[in-house]
């Protein structure tokens, strides 16, 4: 098991995660109509790219995902942040790649998104997940299909997918239910969605 965090009184951690929320809010900027018309994407590049924004975003999702055995971090940007965070926890972390990345065999899954469908593969060996405990890190949860597809990947090999943490939460496009039961924590929730 990975090495865990110490907490500090529970003061310091909600300072913590209203920091990351206060940045992610200041810093995530909206372009309309990408990648399809009537979307309305929330890019947090410039989150990512501030150092004091991927300090806080790695921080907060570190004290939410403390106790993990591996961190998956879903192609791209939960990549960026999940190596992060799996860096700070001392743990490993998997990749979950989009459809055809990955060399043979692979364990896949179809879903929906927002916009159209996707694949995401795993590894279907070298990596024994069997058992470990392991949260689920992407940028953003939107319809949900991302994090369940993730979640199901995970699941059939094993993994105790203890949850899923994720920078940002569109919620009008319903992604929390259509991952329940599964556990989500969100750093900031869209206020105009």
Not at 13 to 19: E, G, H, S
Not at 84 to 107: D, E, F, H, I, S
Not at 142 to 166: C, I
Request: charged letters at 20%.
């Amino acid at each position: 098991m990975g090495r865990r965090l110490e907490h500090g009184p529970l003061a310091a951690r909600v300072t913590r995660l209203n920091a990351a929320q206060r940045l992610i809010d200041e810093l995530t900027r909206t372009v309309a109509d990408f990648p399809a018309p009537g979307v309305r994407f929330k890019d947090l590049t410039p989150v990512l790219a501030d150092g004091d924004g991927l300090a806080a975003v790695t921080d907060a999702l570190a004290e939410v995902t403390d106790g993990a055995d591996l961190i998956a971090g879903i192609d791209a940007r939960g990549f960026l942040v999940g190596a992060a965070v799996a860096t700070r926890l001392g743990v490993g972390m998997l990749a979950v790649r989009k459809g055809g990345k990955l060399p043979p065999p692979v364990r896949r899954c179809e879903y929906q998104l927002e916009y159209g469908s996707a694949v995401l593969e795993i590894p279907a060996d070298g990596i024994d997940l069997a058992g470990r405990t392991v949260w689920i890190i992407d940028d953003v949860l939107a319809t949900g299909g991302t994090l369940g597809a993730a979640g199901s990947l995970l699941d059939s090999a094993g993994a105790n997918v203890a949850g899923a943490a994720v920078v940002l939460e569109l919620p009008a496009l319903g992604g929390r239910r259509a991952v329940a039961p599964m556990p989500v924590t969100a750093l900031s929730v869209d206020p105009r969605d």
